[in-house]
């Protein structure tokens, strides 16, 4: 589950990324196929091996020289972080002047429909914190010295799959016969496995894309 768009994204063979929140992998892996050299960081490491070597880090202090990076990802983390402010500045002077940061967190409307839905959604150990609108998203963005220079949607899909969960109840939901079944369409869109799925989710994702993604270049 790819949250940018390589064509927004550009050329990163031979770049030196740092996958922030690296969680299981899946951006890891992605721009590893692609030629970058990359370094899985984490809180909590899930993966083991990356081409530029596994760190477990705190995002709001990365153990890494000014400049030392071309692009940082940092996908799905800053909702859950308690000042996110700090982890931007920090991925802008680990990439320095004219380096690039791809951001991406849950979109404003459908994340507030899971937090009216579910207390659950929202309440669990190192859920989410924070509800971000484009405005603060812009704030935080020149607040760390970046300059916004694309901004779009991904996954549509999976934010009626969200509603649905916290509809039944998240620790419920893996027992109800149509999550699973929304689950393994998913599964399969994401394998590749369903080309008329991934029409839709391209279709739903100006309306109804869970995360919203902003492609930074750091200007100070």
């Known amino acids: 589950m790819i949250s940018f768009r390589w064509e927004a994204l550009g050329d990163v063979g031979g770049a030196k990324v740092l996958d922030l929140g690296a969680g299981s992998g899946r951006h890891l892996r ?119 220079e694309k901004i779009h949607h991904s996954h549509g899909l999976h934010s009626p799959y969200w509603w649905l969960r916290s509809y039944v109840g998240i620790e419920r939901s893996p027992q109800v016969w149509l999550v699973r079944r929304y689950e393994r369409m998913l599964v399969r869109e994401l394998m590749g496995q369903s080309p008329l799925s991934t029409w839709v989710e391209t279709v739903l994702n100006p309306v109804l894309g869970k995360s919203i993604v902003y492609y930074l270049r750091v200007d100070q």
């Open 30 to 148: 992605a721009l590893d196929a692609r030629g970058a050299w990359v370094v899985a960081g984490d809180l909590q490491l899930e993966v083991h091996e990356a081409s530029g070597g596994v760190v477990q880090l705190d995002a709001h202090h990365l153990p890494f020289r000014t400049a030392s990076f071309d692009l940082v990802v940092i996908s799905e983390v800053l909702e859950h972080v308690p000042e996110p402010v700090q982890v931007l500045r920090e991925c802008a002077r680990i990439v320095g002047r004219g380096g690039r940061v791809v951001l991406s967190v849950p979109r404003w409307g459908p994340e507030v429909m899971n937090w009216l839905v579910s207390l659950e959604y929202h309440s669990v150990p190192g859920g989410h914190i924070h509800i971000f609108t484009r405005h603060e998203l812009r704030a935080l963005s020149a607040s760390a010295g970046m300059t916004v």
